[in-house]
């Protein structure tokens, strides 16, 4: 590269775009790889400080100098940066690299910040125009780099282009032979990719999801193979069997059970905090049991005709109660620095606080008596033939997978997958997927607590059948069922055409699928031996390809929050540890709108990710805005989103469905340190929408979406 090209090179990497880098180059660079030029490690030496560059870079007038001066303090950090890259991706900077790209920003910062409080907001939109000009002005950088960058510096930056450039070159080669064979290799009978990514995509799509969400999904599932995991593996307890969902509440008492697959909460019991409660169902002929673990004495409920729970009225309940707060700082640092500036929305230095409740244990005394049955779900309101269904409508259908449009029904449900010859059987507490070869369709079922069993009825239009819960929490049926399916047969953008795929299984005995066995299950039937808790899963959740670039840091005053990280543990270079994340949500309102939700774990921020996808995302927006104006232009005409969609997936960390008390837990061995979790979902308010950064630690941790913590959309 000769020097002429240097001044474009320089700033496709600028401090907006430089973390953009740091996922490519990751792609290529091998973990191990460290630049053998210890000379390059103080190459700092030669440039300049920020008075030399005030002293020296001077324009017509002084406006245009504090232009100048502040495109050259966004230049610098970039150069910085890619000759650290080169030199390690995961090792840290140097102290001399840390203190100069701090003291550049803050400068640049600081001129910004100046002008627009002595000028008016035109004059100040005009002047970071003018900065920009600069910043993309070869003959300019010509000019200053060559009076104030050093010759070892220079040095430095064109060893650093030179290796790049060759290992680049060599990666793409290697890509382009890869994806060669393997397109040669994998294609089913229609010509369509039968790599982990299409396989998944297709299969939402014919299972009623929208194109967009399911594109996400299979986004999704396609980095998971590539690391070398199953979805299916990553989270959840493993349970399989009949379970409870939804509140049971007495309108003349206090305390109400909210039960969810794997735990119960004991709600508004005296002053305790809703801490789940694991459960079994015990089945007998003419009675259902309900056992609830709880300290210092279990309880058992027995379920009424009507649906209802009748319980032992007054008990003793072990618990915690918040006894006060304590705050907490979260600094977001950028490769290892604070971050300062309007850059990344922030005056001054990027920094949150929030309140964290202190606990200590307690018991108190509680009524569980005579409890009702949840309420079924009221329908949604559609919009009418003709009307739009607004932004609402567009952000929900990027996460509408097709499980979305059946509601979550209260009262005995199922969970797990079955598995009997060639059909399986996939529950949700909100509806079934049944696989009888390679026809698959999505239904609803219902639990009935008939006299002497529990019964399973779905409701499969190519034949409805009904199995039986058995003691050993096996399923029986008889008969035979026609699955009425359809595969995808070509896409074309958003237009997906379907050919019908009908198959005939036999409805016989269905063992719980390995992953959702019986040891883990929820139910005792009569004759069972008693149940065993539910083992929590020890499959590590997918830890990023990359680093993070970006990080949040805690700090607390208070030394009894065990989840206070000082900021360099919060950094890129986390170690790993078993940790386990509960995650939990709370609202005022009778009912939780998180239920059945989805999160997703990432690490760096949503709005941070899409603009260094080259997503359209305007300005200074937060990450709910700009989730919603790349879902807009996703929508729109003339604008393909496929490279993005495609890019997103190398952030995906995981992702979890809450269950039907909007509660999950994840536990795995994976690296600590910043993480942010993503979710939507729409209230009466409006759109409510979270980008929560948390530090995971080794051990427990809890996270807690609220209304107040969610930014609103409408």
């Given at each position: 590269?000769?020097?002429?090209?240097?001044?474009?090179?320089?700033?496709?990497f600028?401090?907006r775009?430089?973390l953009?880098?740091l996922?490519?180059?990751?792609l290529?660079?091998?973990?191990?790889?460290?630049?053998?030029?210890?000379?390059?490690?103080?190459?700092?030496?030669?440039?300049?400080?920020?008075?030399?560059?005030?002293?020296?870079?001077?324009?017509?007038?002084?406006?245009?100098t504090?232009?100048?001066?502040?495109?050259v303090?966004?230049?610098?950090?970039?150069y910085?940066?890619?000759?650290?890259?080169?030199?390690?991706?995961?090792?840290?900077?140097?102290?001399?690299?840390?203190?100069l790209?701090?003291?550049?920003?803050?400068?640049?910062?600081?001129?910004s910040?100046?002008?627009?409080?002595?000028?008016?907001?035109d004059?100040?939109?005009?002047?970071?125009?003018?900065?920009?000009?600069?910043?993309?002005?070869?003959?300019?950088?010509?000019?200053?780099?060559?009076?104030?960058?050093?010759?070892?510096?220079?040095?430095?930056?064109?060893?650093?282009?030179?290796?790049?450039?060759?290992?680049?070159?060599?990666?793409?080669?290697?890509?382009k032979?890869?994806?060669?064979?393997?397109?040669?290799?994998?294609?089913?009978?229609?010509?369509?990719?039968?790599?982990?990514?299409a396989?998944?995509?297709?299969?939402?799509?014919?299972?009623g999801?929208?194109s967009?969400?399911?594109?996400?999904?299979?986004?999704?599932?396609g980095?998971?193979?590539?690391?070398g995991?199953?979805?299916?593996?990553?989270?959840?307890?493993?349970?399989?069997?009949?379970?409870?969902?939804?509140r049971?509440?007495?309108?003349?008492?206090?305390?109400?059970?909210?039960?969810?697959?794997?735990?119960?909460?004991?709600?508004?019991?005296?002053?305790?905090?809703?801490?789940?409660?694991?459960?079994?169902?015990?089945?007998?002929?003419?009675?259902?049991?309900?056992?609830?673990?709880?300290?210092?004495q279990?309880?058992?409920?027995?379920?009424?005709?009507?649906?209802?729970?009748?319980?032992?009225?007054?008990?003793?309940?072990?618990?915690?109660?918040?006894?006060?707060?304590?705050?907490?700082?979260?600094?977001?640092?950028?490769?290892?620095?604070?971050?300062?500036?309007a850059?990344?929305?922030?005056?001054?230095?990027?920094?949150?606080s929030?309140?964290?409740?202190?606990?200590?244990?307690?018991?108190?005394?509680?009524?569980?008596?005579s409890?009702?049955?949840?309420?079924?779900?009221?329908?949604?309101?559609?919009?009418?033939?003709?009307?739009s269904?607004?932004?609402?409508?567009?952000?929900?259908?990027?996460?509408?997978?097709g499980?979305?449009?059946?509601?979550?029904?209260?009262g005995?449900?199922?969970?797990?997958?079955f598995?009997?010859?060639?059909?399986?059987?996939?529950?949700?507490?909100?509806?079934?997927?049944?696989?009888?070869?390679?026809?698959?369709?999505?239904?609803?079922?219902?639990?009935?607590?008939?006299?002497?069993?529990?019964?399973?009825?779905?409701?499969?239009?190519?034949?409805?059948?009904?199995?039986?819960?058995?003691?050993?929490?096996?399923?029986?049926?008889?008969g035979?069922?026609?699955?009425?399916?359809?595969?995808?047969?070509?896409?074309?953008?958003?237009?997906v055409t379907?050919?019908?795929?009908?198959?005939?299984?036999?409805?016989?005995?269905?063992?719980?699928k390995?992953?959702?066995?019986?040891?883990?299950?929820?139910t005792?039937v009569?004759?069972?031996?008693?149940?065993?808790?539910?083992?929590?899963?020890t499959?590590?959740?997918?830890?990023?390809?990359?680093?993070?670039?970006?990080?949040?840091a805690?700090?607390?005053?208070t030394?009894?929050?065990?989840?206070?990280?000082?900021?360099?543990?919060?950094?890129?270079?986390?170690?790993?540890?078993?940790?386990?994340?509960?995650?939990?949500?709370?609202?005022?309102?009778?009912?939780?709108?998180?239920?059945?939700q989805?999160?997703?774990i990432?690490?760096?921020?949503?709005?941070?990710v899409?603009?260094?996808?080259?997503a359209?995302?305007?300005?200074?927006?937060?990450?709910?805005?700009?989730?919603?104006?790349?879902?807009?232009?996703?929508?729109?005409?003339?604008?393909?989103?496929?490279p993005?969609?495609?890019?997103?997936?190398?952030?995906?960390?995981?992702?979890?469905?809450?269950?039907?008390?909007?509660?999950?837990?994840?536990?795995?061995?994976?690296?600590?340190?910043?993480y942010?979790?993503?979710?939507?979902?729409?209230?009466?308010?409006?759109l409510?929408?979270?980008?929560?950064?948390?530090?995971?630690?080794?051990?427990?941790?809890?996270?807690?979406?609220?209304a107040?913590?969610?930014?609103?959309?409408?």
């Amino acid at each position: 590269m000769n020097s002429s090209d240097t001044p474009a090179a320089l700033y496709s990497f600028s401090p907006r775009l430089v973390l953009f880098l740091l996922c490519a180059v990751l792609l290529w660079l091998p973990c191990s790889y460290t630049l053998a030029q210890t000379a390059n490690l103080n190459y700092t030496a030669d440039l300049p400080s920020v008075e030399r560059v005030k002293a020296e870079i001077k324009g017509s007038d002084p406006t245009d100098t504090l232009a100048r001066q502040c495109a050259v303090f966004t230049y610098l950090p970039a150069y910085i940066e890619r000759i650290k890259y080169n030199r390690t991706v995961r090792g840290p900077y140097t102290p001399d690299e840390q203190r100069l790209i701090v003291a550049y920003q803050l400068a640049a910062y600081q001129i910004s910040q100046d002008y627009a409080k002595t000028h008016s907001p035109d004059e100040a939109k005009a002047f970071e125009r003018l900065h920009g000009q600069y910043e993309m002005n070869s003959d300019f950088y010509k000019d200053w780099s060559h009076r104030l960058i050093g010759p070892q510096s220079a040095a430095a930056y064109k060893n650093m282009e030179s290796e790049m450039g060759a290992r680049q070159q060599a990666h793409v080669a290697a890509e382009k032979r890869t994806y060669e064979e393997a397109n040669a290799k994998t294609t089913n009978a229609q010509g369509l990719s039968n790599d982990p990514t299409a396989v998944a995509t297709r299969r939402c799509l014919e299972l009623g999801g929208s194109s967009i969400a399911c594109m996400g999904k299979g986004l999704g599932a396609g980095f998971l193979d590539m690391i070398g995991l199953h979805p299916g593996e990553l989270m959840g307890s493993g349970r399989a069997g009949v379970v409870l969902s939804g509140r049971y509440r007495n309108p003349a008492t206090t305390a109400s059970l909210d039960f969810g697959p794997d735990t119960v909460s004991i709600v508004d019991c005296g002053k305790l905090v809703a801490d789940g409660h694991s459960y079994t169902i015990e089945k007998r002929p003419g009675l259902l049991r309900v056992h609830v673990d709880n300290e210092p004495q279990p309880f058992v409920l027995t379920m009424r005709s009507d649906g209802g729970l009748v319980g032992p009225g007054p008990i003793d309940v072990k618990g915690r109660i918040i006894i006060g707060y304590h705050t907490v700082t979260h600094t977001l640092y950028v490769n290892g620095a604070p971050a300062v500036g309007a850059q990344y929305g922030c005056n001054g230095v990027c920094q949150t606080s929030e309140s964290v409740p202190d606990y200590a244990p307690k018991i108190e005394r509680c009524t569980i008596g005579s409890l009702a049955m949840p309420p079924r779900p009221k329908p949604e309101a559609q919009p009418a033939a003709g009307e739009s269904a607004g932004m609402f409508g567009v952000l929900t259908g990027l996460f509408d997978t097709g499980e979305m449009k059946i509601p979550l029904e209260p009262g005995l449900r199922v969970t797990g997958q079955f598995i009997s010859g060639k059909l399986v059987l996939d529950f949700t507490p909100t509806s079934i997927i049944l696989d009888c070869g390679e026809a698959h369709v999505r239904g609803v079922y219902t639990v009935e607590n008939a006299t002497d069993q529990l019964l399973v009825h779905v409701d499969n239009p190519g034949g409805p059948f009904t199995l039986a819960v058995e003691s050993d929490n096996s399923l029986r049926g008889t008969g035979s069922t026609t699955v009425n399916g359809r595969l995808v047969s070509g896409m074309q953008g958003e237009n997906v055409t379907f050919t019908p795929r009908v198959e005939t299984c036999e409805v016989a005995s269905f063992r719980p699928k390995t992953g959702s066995s019986a040891t883990g299950s929820t139910t005792k039937v009569a004759g069972n031996n008693p149940p065993l808790s539910a083992p929590s899963s020890t499959a590590p959740p997918a830890t990023p390809a990359a680093p993070a670039s970006v990080a949040y840091a805690s700090t607390s005053p208070t030394p009894a929050l065990s989840t206070a990280v000082p900021p360099a543990a919060t950094s890129s270079t986390g170690t790993r540890a078993a940790m386990r994340v509960l995650i939990t949500s709370n609202f005022a309102a009778n009912t939780n709108p998180m239920a059945g939700q989805t999160i997703y774990i990432m690490r760096e921020r949503m709005d941070d990710v899409l603009r260094k996808l080259g997503a359209p995302i305007p300005p200074n927006t937060t990450p709910a805005q700009a989730w919603q104006a790349f879902a807009t232009a996703c929508l729109g005409k003339g604008v393909d989103c496929t490279p993005v969609w495609t890019a997103l997936k190398s952030h995906f960390v995981t992702a979890t469905k809450l269950d039907a008390t909007g509660k999950a837990t994840l536990s795995a061995t994976a690296t600590t340190g910043a993480y942010f979790l993503f979710a939507q979902v729409r209230s009466p308010e409006g759109l409510m929408v979270w980008d929560l950064p948390q530090t995971f630690v080794a051990g427990d941790n809890t996270v807690t979406l609220t209304a107040a913590n969610a930014e609103h959309l409408q």
